[in-house]
């Protein structure tokens, strides 16, 4: 039902749904979604939580992740995504936009847009994809400082640190940063780019009863698992943080050289959600069923299967 009507309105907050889902025994699985329509079909395939990834959204807006969107700007992806799906949405909050101060008014930003969880990283700007070479860390104890302030601006959100240092400063760094920034009042922890099955069973082991947080992003660092295999490593959370926007860009990219090479799209049709599909995905009747002005849209007749008869 369309986020419109307030009777279809979540009466809880997000963070307090993100935190019952992740008190439930299963691992929880949360696809990155860049836009409200990834995100709705994410939730139509069953997904009971989204991620919006600080490079998807950039990628989108056509920039790297270089820590160059504002608050402001990712705001707008937040609210999109949250008023699209009403599910509870983990938002990539990079280094917090700055200092301190900066990162508690991430937090009470996100919260307003409609987020239920936060991440933050141990980088320092211009930060990069965690999976890429030659990252800069911020001193740990700048980065607990950080952590502590997210949970002191926070009301319901929850709360994870990243840590980057496994790639920068060595696995042993790592461990010691996530227990700095678990006794800081992180919710959770996120260890970026480990890159063996031993390197996430180990962190496990050495953060026994932490709630950790695997990315599983492709053509990085880090092998491919399944959830199930996460899991069984001891994580209680799993992103696919750009698969969404990715496999967009390449059907996208697909249907433009289409219509270069063959002056229109009637060779590219089988590739396209349809006209009704569309319309499914989106609601469209129960908003026309909000306002009895507007007549009830019937769905034009297929022209291809008329050109056949």
């Given at each position: 039902?369309?986020?419109?009507?307030?009777?279809?309105?979540?009466?809880?907050?997000?963070?307090?749904?993100?935190?019952?889902?992740?008190?439930?025994?299963?691992?929880?699985?949360?696809?990155?979604?860049?836009?409200?329509?990834?995100?709705?079909?994410?939730?139509?395939?069953?997904?009971?939580?989204?991620?919006?990834?600080?490079?998807?959204?950039?990628?989108?807006?056509?920039?790297?992740?270089?820590?160059?969107?504002?608050?402001?700007?990712?705001?707008?992806?937040?609210?999109?995504?949250?008023?699209?799906?009403?599910?509870?949405?983990?938002?990539?909050?990079?280094?917090?936009?700055?200092?301190?101060?900066?990162?508690?008014?991430?937090?009470?930003?996100?919260?307003?847009?409609?987020?239920?969880?936060?991440?933050?990283?141990?980088?320092?700007?211009?930060?990069?994809?965690?999976?890429?070479?030659?990252?800069?860390?911020?001193?740990?104890?700048?980065?607990?400082?950080?952590?502590?302030?997210?949970?002191?601006?926070?009301?319901?959100?929850?709360?994870?640190?990243?840590?980057?240092?496994?790639?920068?400063?060595?696995?042993?760094?790592?461990?010691?940063?996530?227990?700095?920034?678990?006794?800081?009042?992180?919710?959770?922890?996120?260890?970026?780019?480990?890159?063996?099955?031993?390197?996430?069973?180990?962190?496990?082991?050495?953060?026994?009863?932490?709630?950790?947080?695997?990315?599983?992003?492709?053509?990085?660092?880090?092998?491919?698992?399944?959830?199930?295999?996460f899991a069984a490593m001891g994580y209680r959370m799993v992103i696919?943080?750009?698969?969404?926007?990715?496999?967009?860009?390449?059907?996208?990219?697909?249907?433009?050289?289409?219509?270069?090479?063959?002056?229109?799209?009637?060779?590219?049709?089988?590739?396209?959600?349809?006209?009704?599909?569309?319309?499914?995905?989106?609601?469209?009747?129960?908003?026309?069923?909000?306002?009895?002005?507007?007549?009830?849209?019937?769905?034009?007749?297929?022209?291809?299967?008329?050109?056949?008869?």
């Open positions: 039902m369309p986020y419109l009507d307030q009777a279809d309105l979540p009466t809880v907050h997000a963070g307090e749904r993100f935190r019952a889902l992740l008190e439930r025994p299963q691992i929880l699985e949360i696809p990155g979604a860049h836009n409200g329509m990834a995100g709705l079909l994410a939730k139509k395939a069953g997904f009971e939580a989204l991620y919006l990834s600080g490079a998807a959204m950039t990628a989108s807006m056509g920039l790297p992740d270089l820590g160059i969107i504002t608050v402001d700007e990712a705001c707008f992806f937040v609210r999109t995504v949250a008023r699209a799906t009403g599910l509870p949405i983990l938002v990539d909050g990079d280094t917090g936009y700055g200092g301190v101060l900066n990162a508690m008014h991430m937090v009470r930003a996100f919260e307003d847009a409609g987020a239920a969880a936060v991440h933050l990283e141990d980088q320092d700007l211009p930060k990069k994809c965690g999976h890429l070479n030659d990252k800069k860390l911020v001193a740990p104890e700048e980065m607990a400082a950080k952590v502590a302030a997210a949970k002191r601006a926070a009301r319901h959100l929850f709360v994870i640190a990243r840590t980057d240092a496994a790639g920068v400063e060595g696995f042993e760094a790592a461990v010691s940063r996530a227990k700095l920034y678990r006794e800081a009042g992180a919710d959770a922890i996120f260890p970026e780019a480990l890159t063996t099955k031993e390197m996430f069973e180990r962190f496990a082991r050495e953060l026994p009863g932490v709630p950790l947080l695997a990315n599983m992003t492709e053509f990085g660092r880090t092998p491919y698992f399944t959830a199930a295999e696919w943080p750009v698969s969404s926007l990715r496999v967009a860009a390449k059907a996208q990219a697909a249907l433009y050289a289409a219509i270069r090479r063959d002056g229109g799209t009637m060779n590219h049709l089988e590739h396209m959600q349809t006209r009704a599909e569309l319309y499914e995905t989106i609601g469209l009747a129960n908003y026309e069923a909000l306002d009895s002005s507007i007549v009830a849209t019937v769905v034009p007749p297929d022209v291809r299967h008329k050109a056949a008869e």
